[in-house]
């Protein structure tokens, strides 16, 4: 099993340029989530979706869409960048209320 | 709105030495994850604690939670020099709807 996979590794943007960070589990897990992570901050939670088909804000959700196209799959997108949205961000699944998250690799982005 | 506070925030150590890191929250929950970061790295899961009163142990390290105190304690015990990472607790809240909520971390240095 690869786990919890995240794609780009690194990214560099212009501010206003949009991108979406993919991330994709193969473990069957029914919940998957979207941080990020800003130095002396710890992780703050920016989407999740329960199950397949649903979606809810976390703590900070602005300038952020996401989309659980599938089981596996759970896409972040940035429509419109900026500076402020330079962080490190961790995709994460979870198979059930009585089990951990399992964190990707991350996605280090940087906005100009 | 659910605060977790975790201290110290850094914690520098000798090794053979024993430690504790605390880790505070503010409103009602029986399930609370430890987790280890190293630099660059992504979240690895130490513990799952699913109850008042758990106890988990893995090596060097012990972790427990009194949710009456809203209170978690990971205990190092021995410590070397491997053990130098950021350790975060995080708090579960909406059973069947998760979200963790992160406390900062605690940055952990061993001297030898």
């Known amino acids: 099993n690869a786990g919890v996979t995240q794609t780009p590794k690194f990214q560099v943007l212009k501010t206003g340029q949009s991108m979406t960070l993919q991330c994709a589990q193969d473990?069957?897990?029914?919940?998957m989530y979207w941080y990020r992570q800003d130095p002396g901050m710890g992780l703050r939670l920016i989407y999740y979706?329960?199950?397949?088909?649903?979606?809810d804000k976390g703590e900070v959700p602005n300038g952020y869409n996401v989309s659980r196209l599938n089981k596996r799959e759970f896409s972040l997108r940035l429509e419109s960048a900026a500076p402020s949205q330079t962080s490190v961000y961790f995709c994460?699944?979870?198979?059930?209320?009585?089990?951990?998250?399992?964190f990707g690799p991350g996605t280090r982005l940087t906005v100009l | 709105e659910l605060k977790v506070e975790q201290n110290p925030l850094f914690l520098s150590m000798q090794e053979g030495k024993n430690y504790t890191i605390y880790c505070n929250y503010s409103?009602?929950?029986?399930?609370l994850y430890w987790y280890r970061q190293d630099p660059g790295k992504s979240l690895e899961s130490l513990f799952v604690l699913l109850s008042n009163g758990a106890v988990k142990q893995e090596g060097r390290l012990m972790a427990s939670l009194d949710t009456k105190a809203r209170l978690s304690t990971l205990h190092i015990t021995a410590a070397v020099h491997d053990l130098s990472a950021t350790y975060f607790c995080a708090v579960a809240t909406n059973f069947g709807n998760e979200k963790l909520t992160f406390g900062t971390g605690t940055r952990l240095t061993i001297i030898p």
């Open positions: 994460a699944s979870k198979l059930d209320p009585y089990n951990e998250q399992f």
């Open positions: 409103t009602t929950s029986d399930r």
């Open positions: 473990m069957n897990h029914n919940s």
């Open positions: 979706s329960a199950s397949e088909g649903t979606t």
